[in-house]
């Protein structure tokens, strides 16, 4: 059981990574395209990089300029490129258990350039313009890939019944409360409350099909409200 569980959340994690990257390429790869057709000095890579040169030592600097030469540029865009994939990579593996603040977070990064743009003594308002669309898409692909391939967190699908028992979820009476239960309903619901997974992961992990493990879960919260009532 363990091991299946650890299996999914590696797969879902992976997924979850799979959709950062392809966010950052999307979000930085557009602004990008449309900057370097309107205001080339505002692409965000670009700009980004040559904010990060300042904090360099010289010594890290100066090798690379001599090794690289007129490419150096292109190394920086490529650079800041790859540091921006990481990032996003590690936000979208962070989306399998905190979909809003991943989200949240890669948004964030995507302002950092913006930022950057604007506090440029020669930056206009329209230069902001390319990457603040490139956010928009890469959001918009983001969230779209994690719909698909990275169920909701429990947390996102909860009911109100479900929430009340999962605030008091670490209370002994909660733990008493969940002996009562049969098997059958008592199993999904630790695995839900207690291990973090999803109603899909259940039903994958346990074989049985997801309308019942919902039942089952909703039954079983059923029956511990009516208990934690009783013995207040």
């Known amino acids: 059981m363990i091991t299946m569980n650890r ?24 602004a990008d395209l449309i900057a370097r057709a309107f205001t080339p000095s505002a692409a965000p890579l670009l700009t980004l990089g040559q904010a990060i040169i300042p904090l360099a030592p010289p010594a890290a600097i100066k090798p690379v300029i001599a090794l690289f030469g007129d490419n150096d540029k292109l190394v920086l865009v490529v650079s800041t490129g790859l ?10 593996a962070l989306a399998v258990s905190r979909r809003r603040l991943a989200t949240t977070l890669l948004v964030v990064a995507g302002l950092v350039p913006v930022i950057v743009i604007v506090l440029r003594p020669e930056a206009g308002a329209i230069d902001v313009i390319p990457t603040l669309i490139g956010i928009a898409a890469g959001v918009a692909v983001f969230l779209l890939l994690l719909r698909f391939g990275v169920p909701a967190t429990h947390a ?12 008091r979820a670490e209370s002994d009476r909660t733990v008493s409360a969940l002996k009562i239960l049969p098997e059958e309903q008592s199993t999904p619901i630790v695995m839900a409350f207690y291990q973090g997974l999803t109603h899909a992961q259940i039903s994958e992990d346990l074989k049985v099909p ?6 089952r879960i909703r039954d079983g919260m059923k029956k511990l409200r009516d208990e934690l009532e009783a013995s207040r």
């Open 7 to 30: 299996k999914t959340r590696a797969a879902h994690r992976f997924r979850g990574t799979s959709a950062g990257v392809v966010a950052a390429v999307m979000m930085f790869g557009l």
């Open 83 to 92: 540091g921006a994939l990481v990032l996003a990579g590690l936000i979208g």
């Open 156 to 167: 996102e699908a909860a009911d109100g019944v479900e929430q009340t028992v999962i605030d």
């Open 210 to 215: 997801l309308g019942t493990i919902k039942s």
